[in-house]
């Protein structure tokens, strides 16, 4: 009997762990394949209350699965009350490209994505956020700098935030011995010999933008070769009297430092909430 009750409970949590994760494949005017998504809402959740958002951006090569494979996102969204939202960003950079009308993800996040995250739960328009690791952080910082007021506040993790060419190689290099990367970039951005890649770096984009007064949290290991884009971006954000937050700690571009990181992030997330 008592055997029968344990397996009852246990299936039991297990059918409600489910309940609050769901999985959307969405089709998009503006993709060339459909996006699926992820979605982590706390297991209290319920139809009279307001959540606050997080949406995670997953890097480079990588998909929708990345962040949930990198840490525990149910953990996450129960112990500090969020809905968490993670899409796949396929190799687009988060951004809207001039010359492939099948990769205009920008367009896709903001007139699809977010639309159907509001329809579907009750969320606190008030406290909506968004961060991401590598090529992640870089679509959170910027989708945050271009639509400040969507979103609460924003961060970002071992971010690949200067769209530089000659960087990149390095980086794709090291982990592909490939120029993998920059090929990709090519097929969104044009040749970089023809167009101005730096006109999309979160650098670029701040000194464009000088309104943007916004505070946000970004960190990067100091191992890490992407180190120096969130390294140089601190007195960039001080000169222009943005109140940032930088963590710089030990640590490489691996799971093992994100796993770690993300809980900075929501730390910070929950200290902006707007009451």
């Known amino acids: 009997m008592n055997r029968a009750i344990f397996m009852l409970i246990g299936l039991l949590m297990i059918n409600f762990s489910l309940q609050a994760q769901e999985k959307w494949i969405l089709k998009s005017e503006y993709l060339a ?32 699965k990345q962040w949930s494979q990198t840490t525990d996102l149910q953990k996450l969204a129960d112990e500090y009350g969020f809905v968490i939202v993670t899409p796949d960003g396929f190799t687009s950079y988060y951004i809207n490209s001039p010359i ?3 990769s205009r993800y920008e367009d896709f996040f903001f007139k699809e994505l977010v639309p159907k995250v509001h329809q579907s ?7 909506i956020f968004i961060s991401g690791l590598s090529m992640g952080g ?3 910082l910027r989708y945050f700098i271009l639509n400040p007021d969507y979103f609460n506040t924003a961060g970002s993790t071992s971010g690949a935030l200067e769209i530089d060419y000659p960087n990149f190689q390095k980086v ?6 490939t120029n993998r990367v920059t090929d990709d970039l090519i097929k969104n951005l044009g040749n970089p010999t023809k167009e101005d890649w730096n006109k999309y ?8 933008n000088p309104n943007f007064k916004k505070p946000f949290i970004f960190d990067c290991g100091t191992d890490d070769i992407l180190y120096p884009n969130s390294e140089n971006l601190k007195p960039l954000t001080d000169s222009l009297e943005i109140p940032t937050t930088f963590i710089s700690q030990p640590g490489n571009h691996n799971t093992e430092y ?13 200290q902006h909430i707007k009451k």
């Open 33 to 64: 394949n459909p996006d699926t998504v992820f979605v982590f809402k706390p297991k209290t959740y319920n139809e009279t209350a307001k959540y606050p958002l997080v949406y995670l951006l997953h890097g480079y090569s990588e998909n929708y």
């Open 100 to 102: 492939n009308k099948g």
């Open 121 to 127: 739960f009750n969320t606190d328009n008030k406290n």
């Open 138 to 140: 870089y679509g959170a």
């Open 172 to 177: 794709s290099q090291q982990f592909w011995q």
């Open 201 to 208: 770096s979160i650098s670029t984009l701040l000194k464009q």
């Open 258 to 270: 994100w796993n770690k990181s993300i809980e900075h992030h929501f730390v910070y997330f929950k």
